[in-house]
């Protein structure tokens, strides 16, 4: 539907707004009285769950505040979340000696228990994160000396996962780092948690407390929180740090609105991937794979540009893998037989795994032509992985069969 501008609005005649006002009164009256009892309903349903999460939330909040000291920590019924527990200085100096010399203790005692070494160590406060076992909320709580709480907080983009609701999805506590982030020479902390949402896949959210100088007090900008989450600087802290520290982000990857704009920010077209193709009624758009670095991180993405050099598509085919290992091939042809061409895209990236260490795996992605513009597969992607093995020729070979499509004496790309 097209919305009328504002001088075509301006333009109505008394008249016709008159038989306007009268045909809207005749609707509502036609209207059925059941409507009006079902909207009212619906009414007092959301008042009723309004009223059940603000005392829910008032029964949470209690137990929160009542966690003065150590002990009170899971008596008020959190779930002490053991290995990221970690002795704080106030000064960053201090903080990374004290961290140096934890790695020095670990690697003279590799079998050494490594909470232990943490416990034994000289610092005005521990960090104590934990999860309440109710409405999985992560807080962190600071120890002192005494065993008391001289600080907690649960202000996390990661307790809003789930909108409205107490309850949250699963979630884990992945890293925990220390920096001066503003320059002040105080300890500031980076959070990263990895949270389950509807679709079963896990997703890093990213938060950042600074200490306050008038004493041991954290705040959160939660803009900060917002682009770091939305942009994707979430999946480690390198790159939280070299965006809020040193000011270097990835915002201008998805609101960059042509290839100039890319191109001033850095952006690093990968040439010899780089092409143009016929895209239907779309016309000839230019493929531009490309990446932008961030504290040793090459992300990957992909924009659909026209003649005029307007970005039409950005495709990020990376997902949540930390960094671009190796582009293996684009291809673009019709995937799923409805005659539009698609575009397939296959390469090696690189990551943490579980145990913190790198590892490099082979993935594709499949993007259909829609109206307008590309939508991302999902359904192949849960039938088959690729392996390292794999080439782009056979992961073609075996999307098109997914299809019913024939592969042999089939691999002209129209251009």
């Not at 999860?131 to 002192?144: E, G, I, M, P, Q």
């Not at 909108?163 to 999805?169: A, S």
């Not at 008038?214 to 803009?223: A, N, P, S, T």
């Not at 794999?390 to 019913?404: L, N």
Request: glycine fraction near 6%.
């Amino acid at each position: 539907m097209i919305l009328p501008t504002r001088k075509m609005r301006q333009c109505v005649s008394s008249g016709r707004k008159g038989k306007l006002l009268a045909a809207i009164c005749v609707v509502a009256m036609a209207v059925p009285l059941v409507s009006a009892g079902r909207l009212e309903a619906s009414v007092a349903e959301a008042a009723a769950n309004t009223e059940n999460t603000l005392a829910l939330y008032e029964e949470y909040n209690a137990r929160l505040a009542a966690v003065e000291h150590r002990e009170d920590i899971t008596e008020k019924g959190f779930e002490i979340v053991g290995i990221h527990i970690f002795p704080v200085q106030y000064e960053i100096d201090k903080q990374k000696e004290m961290e140096t010399e934890l790695v020095r203790q670990m690697k003279a005692d590799p079998d050494a228990d490594v909470k232990e070494l943490k416990m034994n160590m000289e610092a005005p406060m521990l960090m104590i994160p934990a999860y309440d076992k109710t409405y999985n909320r992560l807080a962190l709580f600071f120890v002192d000396e005494d065993d008391r709480i001289v600080y907690k907080t649960d202000r996390f983009d990661t307790n809003s996962c789930a909108l409205g609701q107490m309850q949250q999805p699963e979630q884990e506590l992945v890293s925990v780092a220390f920096q001066d982030l503003n320059g002040d020479s105080l300890t500031d902390i980076i959070l990263i948690t990895s949270c389950k949402v509807g679709d079963g896949k896990k997703y890093r959210i990213g938060d950042v407390l600074f200490q306050d100088t008038e004493g041991l007090i954290f705040y959160r900008d939660y803009r900060i929180s917002d682009k770091i989450n939305r942009f994707g600087m979430n999946q480690n802290t390198n790159s939280i740090t070299a965006f809020v520290r040193d000011g270097y982000s990835t915002e201008f990857l998805y609101t960059a609105v042509t290839l100039s704009e890319l191109l001033e920010h850095d952006f690093q077209i990968i040439t010899e991937q780089c092409h143009t193709r016929t895209f239907g009624k779309l016309g000839n758009l230019q493929v531009v794979p490309g990446t932008y670095r961030i504290a040793d991180y090459d992300v990957f993405m992909i924009y659909l540009v026209n003649e005029q050099d307007y970005i039409l598509s950005a495709l990020q085919p990376m997902g949540d893998y930390d960094n671009l290992y190796a582009l293996k091939g684009i291809n673009c042809r019709d995937i799923d037989g409805d005659g539009l061409k698609d575009i397939i895209v296959l390469a090696r990236y690189s990551y943490e795994d579980d145990e913190h260490k790198l590892a490099v795996v082979s993935d594709y992605s499949i993007y259909y032509q829609r109206t307008g513009g590309f939508s991302a597969d999902t359904e192949i992607k849960e039938q088959y992985q690729c392996s390292e093995e794999d080439t782009m020729q056979s992961v073609v070979e075996k999307a098109r069969a997914y299809w019913g499509w024939k592969t042999e004496d089939d691999t002209d790309i129209d251009r």
